[in-house]
């Protein structure tokens, strides 16, 4: 895809903060939803980039429990928006091999019941496909995700089918919302902010974190490369040493 890649360093898993929508369309003049509108391409081009890159999971930040906050306006065109993206792309991406799958909040009554419906429907459409994983985190915070695995915890404790003794990192890996997704490699947030806002705080413990001044409507297949190019120059040393350091006779023979 492109020769400053190292097809050995593609990241298994990658999180997309997608972010700047509503600056992409203020900056033109438009109503923010115009930006939300405007990344729907963003989303599916990055979906095609990902599958032809050997990518594996693909998670994009589509609503988080904050984005509440915003006026009813903007949230009920970002339900509606969500709910019709899945019409319109959702047999074209299972056609390509897609597992789609949605992390967040559920039977939250906020949501519109043909939202969920929709989306619980996409993930049965799709339920048999395995060449990419694609997770929309859609009413999704990440401390909530912690919290409903705390939860489940205390009450596999309560009725006796759980020693606390053994509750420790793995007896909360297994209850997140999809314990079989991997750890993201790479998270990427575009828009220039610096921040995860609640996303993917669990997983993100040993994420590189890599941040684009690209507003998400203008996110392509170039930034995409430039986020990973800057991926693979970074050492990630999960709290060992750096790689270089490991072998001092090889560095002394100046190998
Ligand atoms: C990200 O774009 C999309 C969602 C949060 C749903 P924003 O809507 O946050 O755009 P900015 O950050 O205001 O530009
Ligand atoms: C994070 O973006 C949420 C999503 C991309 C869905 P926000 O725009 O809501 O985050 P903050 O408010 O700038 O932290
Ligand atoms: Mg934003």
Redesign the pocket.
């Known amino acids: 895809m492109s020769d400053q890649l190292d097809p050995d360093r593609i990241p298994r898993h990658i999180g997309i903060i997608?972010?700047?929508?509503?600056?992409?369309a203020?900056a033109r003049g438009f109503e923010?939803t115009v930006?939300?509108a405007a990344?729907e391409q963003s989303i599916f081009d990055t979906i095609d980039d990902c599958l032809e890159l050997g990518v594996e999971w693909l998670t994009v930040?589509?609503?988080?429990t904050e984005?509440w906050n915003?006026s009813a306006e903007?949230v009920d065109f970002?339900m509606a928006f969500n709910e019709s993206l899945l019409v319109r792309h959702r047999d074209s991406v299972a056609e390509k091999g897609v597992r789609l799958h949605f992390v967040g909040l559920a039977d939250d009554p906020r949501v519109p019941e043909r939202v969920t419906l929709r989306m619980a429907e996409s993930e049965r459409h799709t339920a048999a496909n395995s060449t990419m994983h694609v997770v929309f985190a859609f009413n999704y915070g990440g401390r909530a995700e912690i919290a409903a695995a705390a939860r489940a915890i205390a009450e596999a404790v309560a009725a006796g089918k759980l020693d606390p003794a053994d509750v420790g990192v793995e007896a909360i890996s297994q209850r997140l919302y999809l314990p079989e997704m991997p750890e993201p490699e790479l998270i990427i947030r575009t828009?220039g902010?610096q921040r995860l806002s609640n996303f993917l705080l669990w997983q993100s413990a040993y994420s590189e974190l890599v941040f684009t001044p690209v507003?998400?409507p203008d996110f392509d297949r170039d930034a995409l490369v430039e986020c990973l190019v800057e991926y693979q120059s970074r050492d990630r040393r999960f709290g060992g040493v750096d790689s270089a350091e490991e072998s001092p006779a090889q560095e002394a023979d100046g190998r």
């Open positions: 997608m972010d700047g929508n509503g600056r992409w203020k923010r930006g939300h990344g930040y589509a609503f988080s984005n915003r903007e970002l828009s902010e507003l998400w």
